[in-house]
């Protein structure tokens, strides 16, 4: 069966009045990382994204991170921003982000609509099924992409590093944006 999310896509963007106030009370934003991290060059990439979530240049964002296979529902309704890692696994995202997928897809599909979402892939050779896949889904959600993926093979070298630098601090400013 189709999944129903195509038809939300005409709803506008929202999020919960409650958060909106929580925030307007100098409350923090909440960016979350959904990350399935089985290596060290994953793990590279995800301490990159999260010191960039986590300069000192942003104000304001509370950054939570969840293992792909522990992120429930309630901590992306929780959430004003979504980042999400995986490797490539025979050319789909991992089976553990799919797993993430699977548990919030209709929890969250009428309360998330427009929720900022940014992703980073890693693989050997060839990550372009896993960006396909990851963005179907949450296009399904009516998720907003609010820059490319970040997509690295091989060893991370700097310039890797550089790029989840900035996908992990572009998406702490969209995560504020969204709330404020
Ligand atoms: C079962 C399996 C399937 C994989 N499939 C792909 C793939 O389709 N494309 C790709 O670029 N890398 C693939 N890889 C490589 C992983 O993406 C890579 O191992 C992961 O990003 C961690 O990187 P590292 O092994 O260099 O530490 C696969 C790895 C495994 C274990």
């Avoid at 890693?122 to 399904?140: M, Q």
């Amino acid at each position: 069966m189709r999944p129903a999310g195509p038809a939300a896509q005409a709803r506008p963007a929202r999020f919960s009045p409650a958060r909106r106030l929580l925030c307007e009370a100098g409350g923090m934003a909440r960016l979350l990382i959904v990350h399935h991290t089985p290596s060290p060059a994953t793990q590279v990439l995800l301490e990159a994204v999260l010191e960039g979530a986590r300069t000192d240049e942003i104000e304001g964002v509370e950054v939570v991170t969840r293992p792909a296979l522990a992120a429930t529902a309630v901590d992306v309704l929780a959430a004003d921003g979504v980042v999400l890692g995986t490797p490539a696994n025979i050319g789909y995202m991992s089976g553990a982000l799919k797993h993430f997928f699977d548990g919030v897809y209709y929890p969250c599909l009428t309360d998330t609509a427009g929720l900022p979402y940014a992703l980073y892939v890693h693989g050997n050779d060839d990550t372009a099924g896993a960006v396909r896949a990851v963005e179907a889904i949450a296009k399904g959600m009516s998720w907003h992409r609010h820059r490319p993926p970040v997509s690295v093979t091989g060893a991370p070298d700097a310039a890797a590093r550089e790029a989840c630098w900035e996908l992990g601090a572009l998406s702490a400013l969209a995560t504020l944006e969204r709330v404020g």
